[in-house]
């Protein structure tokens, strides 16, 4: 959590620390501050609030200077306050820190500074023992004889970061200035992302690559236990333990344009009306009609390999989940393969059984969700073949994969994952296609699911004509004080994924069921005023969805009914609300019946008026446990 950038170069940095910030919102958005070094002063602003608060503060009084760091806050340690907000500062105030991750052994550190009896405390995180830490190690190492050259200055300062580092149980991607080392940051990672901008007579730190690509699309993604000394012309990384590192520099695959939100009024609209788009990209180069197959290069697996996989356990988090859920389906279905979903906060902590030959995918669109990085951690600790489904492809997932597959989905900058699920579930149907076709599908199967595939992102654009139609059924349920969602087979893990985008964006209560579950507790809720969602597109297991419908009615539950094919005509007697998605094979489903129920949550949080993009309490990435 929390977004962090830093610059030095020729221009004022004010500006272009605040327009990072923005870009990095999506981290975090309870508080916000920056530090700019103007001569002999650091200059702070910060407070409590979004970063259009600090904004106007900055504005208010602009520090003056062309190197500095700024931070937005997710808190972890310590309510959303001013002082609580970061940057931190060391006893002497000239050296200012900020940081995104959890210093988990921070008491025991604190309570050591506190009793070396100079160091006072005036905020509750965990970050600022680092300040502390590290501006003591810094002075103590400060020459008797007077001033020395300004080399000397920064590696010093580098030697003092390193050595609190090495006493730091926890995460950490941390930028820090210093009154008196000019035009110079230093930056560490571990667990948290940090890359380096490589600009002309500029560089630039920060979280995201999203918060600097406007200036540079030259990137160094830095690696757990680097540290980076950044000058205006050069930049020097070596690890935590002092040696000196290698890095690569990298293009960044979008441009700025990528990341702005054009016409729509939120990032979420647009990334939802971009997944034609974005499930045609997640296909692309990969289907084969020739061998009637998929072809997933980046899995480095051989044909025997693939052959030869027995279990497959998929695991991540939040909306990943339940991507991972269709993909157990898919491949149950397509590829006869026992299959497993594991939620990524309890695998790695539990010594879940698997033979040799399981294969594990660590789904995740950020590749940084700290869960999902634990289970790939742990799974590949223990010997395990390890895969990422991954859209960030600089992410720390991606990179310590044993293979994957990218999502190419662009990026996805609302917090509610909308498009990266039909990512993700798309990726999975060739997952499953291709391990199926080393197995009992024939040919002509594979050429069906593979025409299956590629009519979806027509269809996808179909599906986002029904936007108007979902908006009006929103603005009829504006005052409904929850909702349920019910689907069976492959839509149950929709009706999950709906609850939770209408909680995330609604603040609504909202649960997801298999339909049939309904008798056997659920009912109980059933009133006029909680409407119940059926996913009941026109398939095998339809008329069981009806007989649950039915059992609402009955109990004057109001029913929204997604639904397909000759469905709407036989739920019209029951329904209230029917949305009518396109025809499709079960197996491909979900990918269309999602998208209404993004929509539905998106529309009805409109009419809400809540901050779509930004809901409270949550942000994009979430990277601590
Ligand atoms: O980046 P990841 O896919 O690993 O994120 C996992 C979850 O945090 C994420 O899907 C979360 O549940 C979304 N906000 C849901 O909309």
Redesign the pocket.
Known sequence: MCGIVGYVGRSEAAPILLDGLRRLEYRGYDSAGVAIVNGDRVETRKCAGRIAELGKLVAERTPAGTFGISHTRWATHGKATDQNAHPHFDASGNLALVHNGVIENYQALKEELIRGGDTKFVSETDTEVLAHMIGKLYDASAPTNGSTPPQHEKNRLVAAVRVALQQVIGTYGIALVHRDIPDFIAGARRGSPLVLGVGKDENFLASDVSAIVAYTRDAVYLNDFDVVAVERDKFEISSVAGERGSYEVSKVEFTDEDIKKGDYPHYMLKEIFEQHGSVRDAMRGRLSLEECTAKLGGLEMTPAQLRDVGRIVLT???????AAMVGEYLIEQLAGLPTEIEF?SEFRHRNTPMTRDTLVFA???????A??LGALRESRRKGYRTLGI???VAST?ARESDGGVYMHAGPEIG????K??TS?VTILALIALLLGRMRHLSTSEGTVIIEALEALPEKIEQTLKLSDHIRAIAKKYIAAPGMLFFGRQFNFPIALEGA??LK?ITYLFAEGHPSAELKHGIIALIRPEIPSLFIAPDDAVFSKNLNNVEQVKARKGPIIAITSGSGAERLASVADDTVTVPSAPDFVMPVLTAIPLQLLAYHLAVELGRDVDKPRN?A???TVE
Not at 363 to 369: A, C, K, L, V
């Open positions: 991540g988090c939040g909306t990943a989940l339940h990524a789904i995740s669109q950020s590749g940084e969700t869960d999902t991954c859209n960030n997932i917090v509610a994952a909308t990266s699920f993700q939770l985008k995330e949550l994009k990435s979430v």
